[in-house]
């Protein structure tokens, strides 16, 4: 099995703020797997708050060169890599090398039926509330928006987003920005509002106070809950959990944990870090498990790769083989 690594850089329409940290490109790492006349290929990003960089992530990935020289599974690798970026893009290259040389769609590898997701939309954190009220306005061809929020006067922000798309079914990230005491102040406003859901809303080493708390807004772990090792903890906290990829280490494990929180009673979100259609597809797969999908990576970016996935408005068709897997 012979491995190529390269690098890409996405730039998004626009700087894209979410708490704590702004975004004007996705720097992904693409990795492809060569075997015979059949090619693999992966796209991942990682994870930027657990420290992963394009050259971090080509470091765990080349570390593996011989072992995967001499051929491994998708279920060896869980053994080889930790959760985090490096697993995911090989994770995927070996699914999508298997589904080449196989001749068998990733939907038949995976036992998981096709059908067509609507994403979310994402609107960051912008300077004022009307800046993102625009946007919101803006985005009036996705249903479902997905609203950023830090500390600084959530309430009115969504108040001004509520008034310019009352139409519109609204999530709302406050990706770690949130103390206890806030939450507690305003996700009665955030319910008045009509705010299906509030992701990860405390610091994920400060979130304990939510095991005696009652929402009322159902709350969803991102951060406090990476892989499934952390999903029986996020139980005891948030009454769903949001699945990254990037976080989980790749669509084989992603399945694993999607499962396991359903047994659970938990709702199940697919999200990502951003990137390309590459990156996206496997994402896409695990996403007709979830009752949530963020899978907008694509239409953040100035531009992406083709071919790719095929987005009218928010809906995501079904993809092909030249697609991936």
Known sequence: MKLSIHTERWPTRTPFRIAGRVFDAFESVVVQLEQGASVGQGEALGVFY??????????????????????????????????????????????????????????????????SLETVFTIGIEASADEMAAKAAAARHCPLLKVKLDGTAPVERMQAIRLARPDARIVVDANQGWSFEQLEAVAPAMAELGVQMIEQPLARNQDAPLENYRSPVPLFADESCLHRGELAQAALRYQGINIKLDKAGGLTHALELAHAARALGMGVMVGCMGGSSLAMAPSFVAGCLADLVDIDGPLLQASDRLPGLRYQGCQVEVFGQDVWG
């Open 50 to 115: 657990l420290g992963d960089t394009p050259e971090r992530l080509v470091a765990q990935i080349e570390a593996l060169r011989p072992a995967l020289a001499g051929g491994i599974d998708r279920n060896q690798l869980q053994a080889m890599l930790p959760p985090g970026g490096a697993r995911n893009a090989l994770d995927a290259a070996l699914w999508d090398l298997d589904a080449k040389s196989s001749g068998r769609s990733i939907w038949a590898l995976s036992g998981v039926e096709p059908k």
